[in-house]
């Protein structure tokens, strides 16, 4: 692709559109946390290859090629991970189950998406269980990043930052496999929090200042981090976080955080990206939608859906025609080196 017809690369979408039988399934499982006698098996799941296509080419891929995306980096849905739920054994199972949905969309769509994995994360249980399945995802399933949930327990905050060593083993391998994590929480189960409207830009906005507040960064010099939902509230109260970052004596936040820390454009009206494209650098910017997610209606000012970012990216007077590449295409494949990788491999 050149620059004036870039790749464009949507790395940030979640199967929320998955068959039906995969939610029986949950809560089948879920009954069976109570009830063990009802616990179901995985082989119980059965959803056809068929049924997959479907799912994927009257939604996903019929919005992408109306809005005109390329590819897209495909995560199992968000509010589904709830690893507030169960044991490990449980979330364990769960995330398997999930991310081998992906990668079965992703070997029937090739061309479109390219997966990322959930971790089998559980309040209270060692970070590090969670590398087999982070393991066998990028080996055995070709996932190019992962989704790192900071908050477990659904809501409360019970786990250590992201900063506290606890994590450190699942950067250790995000580094040798040089695979990015989109910080992105689940389900809200504390009715303080809605968990769209509030509970995910909490998430980002405290993922942000809980890596300001550290030297992560100095221990993992080449970790990276996605921060969805345009960055929470972080970009549009940035000299709140600059005066903060002043005030604790740490470095300018070009150099303490932003050699590893990236936000995507999942801002749903123009506004919000103008101020996002004005405030960040471009390089820090990476091209999303989280399409047919949390916001799925048409916005009655535009009469476009919301979640049609591409439309804002290319209406913003903040960016050149180079800029836009990288938002694009350019950042993405910088970011995600594994997906980059991929593309290479089919001369794109």
Same mark, same amino acid.
């Given at each position: ?7 464009? #690369? ?18 089948? =499982?879920?009954?069976?946390?109570? &009830? ?38 495909? +995560?199992?849905?968000? +509010? ?11 979330? +364990? ?23 990322? *994995? ?26 190019? @990043? #992962? ?31 040089? #695979? ?49 939902? @345009?960055? @929470? ?12 970052? =002043? ?5 300018? $936040? ?6 590893? #820390? ?7 009206? =123009?506004?919000?990206? &103008? ?43 903040? $960016? ?24 290479? *491999?089919?001369?794109?």
């Amino acid at each position: 692709m050149s620059r004036e017809n870039p790749l464009i #690369i949507d790395v940030h979408g979640h199967y929320t559109t998955a068959p039906k039988a995969l939610e029986n399934w949950r809560n089948q =499982q879920i009954a069976g946390i109570k &009830d063990p006698a009802v616990m179901p098996k995985v082989s119980d799941l059965k959803i056809s290859d068929d049924e997959l296509r479907e799912s994927i080419e009257l939604n996903q891929l019929a919005k992408m090629r109306e809005r005109g995306s390329d590819l897209t980096i495909f +995560s199992p849905r968000a +509010s589904f991970m709830a690893h507030h739920i169960g044991d490990f054994n449980v979330s +364990s199972t769960w995330a398997a189950i999930c991310n081998e949905l992906c990668y079965r969309v992703s070997q029937l769509f090739p061309d479109n998406f390219i997966p990322a *994995a959930m971790l089998p994360q559980s309040p209270g249980v060692d970070p590090a269980t969670c590398i087999p399945e982070l393991e066998k995802c990028v080996k055995e399933y070709g996932n190019v @990043g #992962i989704n790192l949930n900071p908050d477990p327990s659904g809501g409360h905050w019970t786990s250590p930052p992201l900063s506290d060593r606890s994590w450190y083993p699942i950067y250790e391998k995000m580094v040798e496999y040089d #695979i990015p994590a989109m910080v992105h929480v689940s389900t809200s189960c504390n009715a303080c929090f809605h968990t769209t409207g509030a509970h995910y830009l909490n998430a980002d906005t405290t993922a942000f200042m809980q890596c300001l507040t550290s030297d992560l960064f100095k221990d993992f010099p080449t970790l990276k981090f996605l921060i969805p939902h @345009g960055g @929470g509230a972080v970009p549009y109260h940035w000299g709140r976080f600059r005066g903060l970052a =002043q005030e604790l004596k740490k470095p300018l $936040l070009t150099e303490h955080l932003l050699n590893n #820390i990236y936000f995507d454009t999942c801002v749903y009206h =123009q506004p919000g990206i &103008d101020l996002l494209t004005k405030v960040i650098p471009t390089k820090n910017v990476l091209f999303a939608s989280e399409m047919i997610g949390a916001v799925r209606g048409i916005d009655p000012e535009t009469g476009h859906y919301y979640d049609d970012t591409k439309r804002y990216v290319l209406a913003t007077p903040n $960016l050149t025609d180079d800029d836009r590449y990288q938002v694009f295409e350019g950042n993405a494949r910088r970011v995600f080196s594994r997906l980059d990788t991929a593309l290479k *491999a089919k001369g794109k």
